[in-house]
């Protein structure tokens, strides 16, 4: 019988947006075992993806005015994006990597469903306004991370969810305070929802990062200090969302840290 984390990458290979989205319900409702033990070789041309949107390096995408609709639809077309990427993150952290606890794949198969969800609001609102997923170019930057930290549970740990989903925390205000501010109320409690959920995937990143360091006798602080120069994660910049930050877990030592920064 195929195991949860088998079902998991062949979400993870889906190429269809919409078929990810249904897989990803269904694995979530699956009977079938999860098998936390076995080690599953990773195939080629992950992750699954449609031929649109153009994937472009980071720094080419530019942002309309938001004074215009296709301006307001590409804003949202990014966190679309962002929340596709992010269904593929949390399951593979499933297959990719074995002899965790139970209860460790079971927390990002609920947070792959709550991505899943989140890129079905937002896209459908693009829908909407006249636009879909693919209307407008894209960047690769979170699956890029994805690839460097393959082979290291804990960098995953440290550089995905509390590193790079940690800065949605962040930018989510300032996200929902233009798109509102230009009249797109709906989007706005899209962007509530969203940032509730996240606060939680976040606070998951968080629980088992510290529960690896445990693990291997490392100190969380210094630790996320060494991987983030070894695997050259972003530079973190505020404005910081402090409270969604203190909400997801992190310590005060690593709030006066990222206060600093400032």
């Not at 949107?53 to 962002?82: D, E, N, Y």
């Not at 959920?197 to 629980?207: K, L, Q, T, Y």
């Not at 088992?208 to 994660?233: F, N, S, T």
Request: hydrophobic fraction near 45%; aromatic fraction near 6%.
């Amino acid at each position: 019988m195929t195991s949860l984390r088998e079902l998991a990458l062949q979400v993870v290979q889906q190429c269809d947006p919409l078929r990810k989205v249904a897989l990803t319900r269904e694995l979530v409702a699956s009977a079938a075992p999860l098998d936390t033990e076995r080690l599953i070789p990773a195939p080629a041309g992950l992750p699954g993806r449609p031929a649109q949107p153009a994937l472009v390096p980071h720094a080419q995408l530019k942002q309309a005015s938001l004074a215009t609709l296709p301006g307001r639809a590409a804003l949202i077309h990014s966190v679309a994006h962002i929340e596709l990427n992010a269904i593929d993150l949390a399951l593979d952290i499933v297959w990719r990597f074995p002899g965790m606890p139970q209860a460790f794949y079971r927390d990002w198969m609920a947070i792959a469903n709550e991505e899943a969800l989140h890129f079905t609001l937002l896209r459908d609102h693009l829908v909407a306004l006249g636009f879909d997923y693919g209307s407008f170019q894209a960047h690769n930057a979170l699956w890029e991370m994805a690839e460097a930290t393959q082979d290291d549970l804990l960098a995953r740990l440290a550089l995905v969810p509390r590193t790079l989903e940690a800065r949605g925390l962040d930018a989510s205000p300032a996200v929902k305070n233009k798109l509102v501010g230009a009249g797109d109320h709906k989007v706005g409690k899209i962007l509530d929802l969203i940032l509730r959920d996240e606060i939680g995937h976040v606070a998951a990143g968080n629980r088992w990062y510290r529960w690896v360091c445990e693990q291997r006798g490392l100190d969380p602080i210094r630790c996320y200090a060494a991987l983030a120069q070894r695997y050259k994660a972003p530079k973190l910049r505020g404005p910081f969302n402090l409270a969604a930050r203190r909400l997801a877990g992190f310590t005060e030592p690593e709030l006066d840290a990222l206060t600093a920064l400032r």
